[in-house]
C-alpha cells in the first residue's frame, strides 16, 4: 500500500513536471464531411512533422457554417462556397483545399466500369424522369457498341442534404434548362423521378446502386473507387469522352476562371473547358476570421495548410482528391499575407 | 390483518401534510419512522415529476419553433404533398402518410407472429425449448435498430426484389382493388419493406408481453377446460386469448407506440422519397426518417421550422395513441371486469 501510494505520488510529480512540456499548439475545426478524411490525415502528418496538433470535427458543413459563427472553431469547412455578402458581414475569409469529382455509379447485368457512356442532358433526363428505360433510343445513340437491355432504370439519389447533391445538381441545372427550371439546385431537393430512391450517405447511395440491378447513382469517386463499382464515362464540354481520373478532376480545377472568381473563390467547377476536364467537379473550402483574436492561433491555422498546399498532395492522391494546381495556391497565399491580420497587423508572411 | 402498516392513520395523515398530534403512548422512535416516510415520500414525488415536466417542455419546445412554419403554410401543411427544399414549400402530408401505413404494416406482421410464437412457448413448445426461445427473443429486444435497417438494406432487400415483390405482383397484382396495392418498381425498397422490418422489430416486445401474459393465465381455468374435453385449439381460442384480451392489446398498443417513432431502420429500407403512392413497392417516407434525413443540414429557417413541425406532428399522434389506448382497456377492464 505504501509503496503504491509513493508511486502514485511519484506518477503525479512527473506529470506535473512534463506538463509544460507536454502542452503544444493545438487548433480546432469542424464542418464538412467531403475531405474530412484527408484534413484527419493531414493533421496526423502534420503533428508529426511539425508537433502542432489539429482537430477537426466531420459534422457536415451546416455545422461548420453554424460554428464558425459562434466561434467554437479556429477554422469551418464547408463544401458550399459561402456568398461574398454572407462572408463580408461576418469578417469571414474563404479559401478552397481541394478538389473532388463525383461519377455516376451503375449497376447493369454484363456492363462493366468505363463502358458506358453518358452525356449531360442525357444524365439529367433520367434524373428527371424522362429516360426510364437503360435502352433509350438516347442511350443507345451514346452507347451505339453496347447491347443495352430493356430494363427499368432506377435512379438513387442521397436523402440527406449534402455537397454532393449541391454539385451534382449544379452540374444537371448547367447541362440542362429543364432541370434547373423543374427541379433546381440544392443540397436536399424533391426529385421527380417516379422510379427513385433516396439513401443516406455516400456509402447508403453506393449500396443501393449495388443492391438493385438496373440502377444509377451518383457518388464521390472515392467511393466508387474504393468499392470497385461501375461507374460512366462522360462528355465534357469540349465534346469529349472523358474518364474520372485525379488527372481529369485536376484538369478542370486548372481551366477554372479562379481570377475573376467572386470573393471567396466561391465559383463551380462544373462543366470547365478544356479536352481533358471532367465535368462533375467540386471544391471544399475553409472558413476563417479575418480578423484574428490570437494571432498565434491565427498563423498556425494559416501555417498548417501551407504545409498542406506544398507537402500534401500525395496524401491527397491517396485518397483520392487533387490539391490545387500552383497557381491558385500562390493567389490564395497571397491573400492570406494581405487579409489576416490580427491588431491590423498582417500574420502571415510568405 | 397480519401484513397491516403499524400506524397508518399518522402516515396517511404526514403525507397529506396536516400535522397529528402524537399521543403520548407513541415512542420517538415511531414519529422518526413517520417522517422517515413523508421525506422518502416527497423526494419519489419529485422524481416523477420530472418526467411530466420533460414532456411539456418538449411539446412546448415543438410548438415554439413549429410557428414560423406553421404562420406561413397554414393548415394547408398538414394536407399538402409537396416538399421541395428548393423553393423552400413543405408540407407534411407524405410523411403523415407514410408513418400512418408502415406502422400499419408493422401492426400487420406482428399481431399475427407475436400471438401465434407467444402461444406456441406457453402452451405448445417443451419447456427447455420455450425457455431457448424465449431468450433469443429478449435479445433480439436489445438489438440496436440500426442494424436492422442494414440487415434490411443488404439482405431482406434483395430477397424482396428478387423473390417477394416479382410474386406478390404476379398472384395478386391482378385482383381488382386489392392489386393496385402491389404495385411499383420491385426494388426490394419502399413502403413494404420498411412495414414488414418494422413488424420484425417490433415482435420481440409485443411477443415478450403477450408471453407473459399467456402465463399468468390460471392453470385451474385451463384445466377445467380441459377436463371437459376441450382440445388445444379451443382451449386457445376460447379461454386463454380471451382471459388475457387486456394484456394483449396493451402490448400491441406499446408495439404500436414503437412503431410510430422508429427512425433508423426505416430510414434504410423505406426508399425516402416525398410523394404518396398507393403501391406499397413505391418508396415513401415517414415522420422520423425524413428528420433523421434532413435535420443536420437544414440551414433555411423555414426549413428548419417546417421539420420541427413534423417533429410535432409526430408528438400528437403518439400522445394520441397512447390516450386512446388507455381509455380503451379501462373501457374493457369495466365491461368485462375479468382477465387480467
Not at chain 1, 444509377?216 to 469522352?241: F, L, P, R, S, T
Not at chain 2, 415543438?62 to 403554410?73: E, T
Not at chain 2, 435497417?149 to 386489392?178: R, S
Amino acid at each position: 500500500m505504501k509503496k503504491f501510494l509513493l508511486f502514485s505520488l511519484a506518477l503525479a510529480a512527473a506529470l506535473l513536471v512534463a506538463a509544460p512540456v507536454l502542452a503544444q499548439m493545438s487548433i480546432n475545426g469542424a464542418g464538412a464531411t467531403f475531405p474530412a478524411p484527408l484534413y484527419i490525415k493531414w493533421a496526423y502528418k502534420y503533428n508529426q512533422d511539425k508537433g502542432v496538433k489539429v482537430n477537426y470535427q466531420a459534422i457536415g458543413s451546416g455545422g461548420g457554417i453554424a460554428q464558425i459563427k459562434a466561434k467554437t472553431v479556429d477554422f469551418g469547412g464547408t463544401d458550399e462556397p459561402q456568398k461574398p455578402d454572407f462572408l463580408k458581414e461576418h469578417g469571414i475569409y474563404q479559401f478552397p483545399t481541394v478538389v473532388g469529382g463525383e461519377v455516376a455509379a451503375f449497376n447493369l447485368k454484363g456492363i462493366q466500369a468505363g463502358q458506358l457512356v453518358l452525356d449531360g442532358p442525357t444524365l439529367a433526363k433520367i434524373y428527371l424522369g424522362e429516360i426510364t428505360k437503360w435502352n433509350d433510343p438516347a442511350m443507345k445513340k451514346l452507347n451505339p457498341k453496347l447491347n443495352l437491355p430493356d430494363k427499368d432504370i432506377t435512379v438513387v439519389h442521397r436523402s440527406d442534404g449534402s455537397g454532393t447533391t449541391f454539385i451534382f445538381t449544379s452540374y444537371l441545372a448547367d447541362v440542362s434548362p429543364e432541370f434547373k427550371a423543374k427541379v433546381g439546385v440544392g443540397k436536399e431537393m424533391n426529385w421527380p423521378g417516379k422510379n427513385s430512391v433516396g439513401a443516406k450517405g455516400n456509402s447508403g447511395v453506393a449500396g443501393q446502386v449495388q443492391n438493385i440491378d438496373g440502377a444509377i447513382g451518383y457518388v464521390e469517386y472515392a467511393y466508387a473507387a474504393q468499392n470497385k463499382m461501375a461507374y460512366a464515362n462522360m462528355i465534357n464540354k469540349a465534346g469529349k469522352v472523358v474518364k474520372p481520373t485525379l488527372e481529369s478532376f485536376g484538369a478542370a480545377a486548372a481551366n477554372a476562371d479562379w481570377k475573376n472568381a467572386p470573393y471567396g473563390y466561391g465559383i463551380d467547377l462544373i462543366n470547365e473547358p478544356g479536352d481533358n476536364s471532367w465535368p462533375i467537379v467540386g471544391a471544399t473550402y475553409i472558413m476563417i476570421y479575418k480578423d484574428q483574436a490570437d494571432a498565434a492561433k491565427g498563423k498556425a491555422v494559416l501555417d498548417f495548410f501551407a504545409w498542406a498546399f506544398k507537402n500534401g498532395g500525395d496524401i491527397a492522391r491517396e485518397l483520392h482528391y487533387v490539391v490545387l494546381p500552383d497557381s491558385i495556391v500562390k493567389m490564395v497565399e497571397a491573400d492570406w499575407a494581405k487579409e489576416i491580420t490580427s491588431g491590423g497587423k498582417p500574420i502571415y508572411k510568405k | 390483518m397480519l401484513f397491516e402498516p403499524m400506524h397508518p392513520t399518522i402516515t396517511e395523515a404526514m403525507s397529506e401534510g396536516k400535522t397529528v398530534s402524537v399521543p403520548r403512548a407513541f415512542s420517538p422512535g415511531t414519529l422518526r419512522r413517520a417522517r422517515g416516510d413523508l421525506y422518502f415520500q416527497r423526494l419519489t414525488a419529485a422524481c416523477a415529476l420530472v418526467l411530466p415536466l420533460i414532456m411539456i417542455a418538449i411539446g412546448l419546445a415543438l410548438v415554439y419553433y413549429s410557428i414560423p412554419a406553421l404562420k406561413k403554410f397554414g393548415p394547408g401543411f398538414f394536407i399538402s404533398q409537396e416538399w421541395n427544399p428548393v423553393t423552400q414549400q413543405f408540407g407534411a402530408l407524405s410523411s403523415i402518410y407514410g408513418t400512418l401505413v408502415s406502422t400499419f404494416l408493422a401492426m400487420l406482421v406482428a399481431v399475427p407472429l407475436s400471438l401465434a410464437i407467444a402461444l406456441f412457448l406457453v402452451e405448445l413448445a417443451p419447456p427447455r425449448l420455450s425457455q431457448a426461445v424465449g431468450t433469443m427473443i429478449e435479445l433480439l429486444a436489445g438489438i440496436p435498430s440500426i442494424i436492422y435497417g442494414m440487415w434490411g438494406m443488404f439482405v431482406f432487400a434483395p430477397l424482396m426484389a428478387g423473390y417477394v415483390q416479382p410474386w406478390l405482383h404476379t398472384y395478386l397484382g391482378w385482383i381488382p382493388g386489392v392489386g393496385l396495392l402491389f404495385q411499383g418498381p420491385p426494388m426490394g425498397l419502399g413502403m413494404l419493406t420498411a412495414g414488414i422490418i418494422l413488424g420484425f422489430m417490433v415482435l420481440p416486445f409485443t411477443c415478450a408481453i403477450t408471453r407473459d401474459v399467456f402465463k399468468m393465465v390460471p392453470n385451474v381455468v385451463k384445466e377445467s377446460a380441459y377436463g371437459l374435453g376441450a382440445t388445444t385449439l379451443e382451449v386457445t381460442a376460447k379461454v386463454t386469448i380471451p382471459y388475457g384480451l387486456v394484456g394483449i392489446i396493451g402490448a400491441f398498443f406499446l408495439g404500436l407506440g414503437r412503431a410510430l417513432g422508429e427512425t433508423m431502420a426505416v430510414t434504410f429500407v423505406i426508399g425516402n422519397s416525398h410523394k404518396i403512392a398507393l403501391g406499397l413497392f413505391y418508396p415513401g417516407n415517414s415522420i422520423a426518417s425524413c428528420l433523421a434525413n434532413e435535420f443536420a443540414e437544414a440551414t433555411e429557417p423555414t426549413y428548419v421550422s417546417s421539420l420541427i413541425c413534423l417533429g410535432l406532428v409526430l408528438f400528437v399522434i403518439t400522445y394520441g395513441v397512447q390516450v386512446i389506448s388507455q381509455m380503451m382497456l379501462k373501457r374493457m377492464y369495466k365491461a368485462w371486469s375479468v382477465g387480467l
